[in-house]
């Protein structure tokens, strides 16, 4: 079984501030995770992700994150807010090779001017 | 050239009518998928297929049909539809067992 939880469904931070988006993971064995992004009227969009290897993933746009397995944690970051990042953002798990991608229930950020 | 592309991107139908929204990749990936995303953003797996073979099925009603005729094409029938049809159904693709998704800009479902 998998699933993810992301903390806050809706983020406001000011321009220029950090940015914290959170999600903790339940998975039986080794997960693969995402975080992906979309913008109003569209898919999403695929900003990160971590399989193995290296715990801090860099994604597009600046945004990076953190794969913490003590806390079955994989926060998202940014540290300075554009206008452009407003969003929502879904946090997602699956497994190694199996098909299903569980997706969190997204959160959406405002950025403040 | 757009990787993941569904028809068509606005759909309003009355109840009880059929529909269709068709999906077309072009980035050769073996697996396509249907999620459902509702009013509250909440995005559901419907179904996969894996080289033309249904390997996700949830539980989804059996008003829904899926059909891929190779394994660049997806598309969705929907019978005798429902006011709760309504939402974004969105198409994406992926090599098996990778988990990175491309999706389609997604196709409105309004039921009225």
């Known amino acids: 079984a998998q699933s993810v939880t992301q903390l806050g469904s809706h983020v406001s931070v000011s321009e220029g501030a950090l940015v914290l988006l959170r999600c903790n993971y339940s998975?039986?064995?080794?997960?693969?995770l995402f975080w992906y992004v979309q913008y109003p009227n569209q898919g999403l969009q695929l900003l990160l992700k971590?399989?193995?290897?290296?715990?801090l993933v860099k994604g597009i746009n600046g945004f990076e994150a953190e794969f913490k397995k003590s806390e079955t944690s994989f926060h998202l970051t940014k540290p300075s807010a554009h206008m452009s990042d407003a969003a929502e953002y879904f946090c997602?798990?699956?497994?190694?090779?199996?098909?299903?991608?569980?997706f969190g229930i997204g959160t959406k950020l405002q950025v403040i001017p | 050239d757009t990787a993941v592309s569904q028809t068509p991107k606005y759909l309003v139908t009355q109840m009880g009518n059929d529909k269709s929204i068709k999906c077309e990749q072009n980035?050769?990936?073996?697996?396509m998928y249907w999620y459902k995303q509702d009013s509250k953003k909440f995005l559901k797996i419907m179904f996969s297929?894996?080289?033309?073979?249904?390997?996700i099925n949830e539980t989804v009603p059996n008003r829904f049909s899926p059909k891929s005729p190779d394994k660049a094409h997806l598309n969705l029938h929907i019978n005798s539809l429902e006011l709760g049809d309504s939402a974004v159904y969105f198409c994406?693709?992926?090599?098996?067992?990778?988990?990175?998704?491309?999706f389609g800009s997604g196709t409105r479902l309004t039921v009225v």
């Open positions: 994406a693709s992926s090599s098996s067992g990778t988990g990175d998704y491309t």
């Open positions: 998975s039986s064995v080794p997960p693969y």
């Open positions: 971590y399989t193995t290897g290296a715990t």
């Open positions: 997602a798990v699956t497994q190694t090779g199996y098909q299903k991608v569980t």
């Open positions: 980035l050769g990936h073996d697996t």
């Open positions: 297929y894996n080289n033309k073979e249904l390997i």
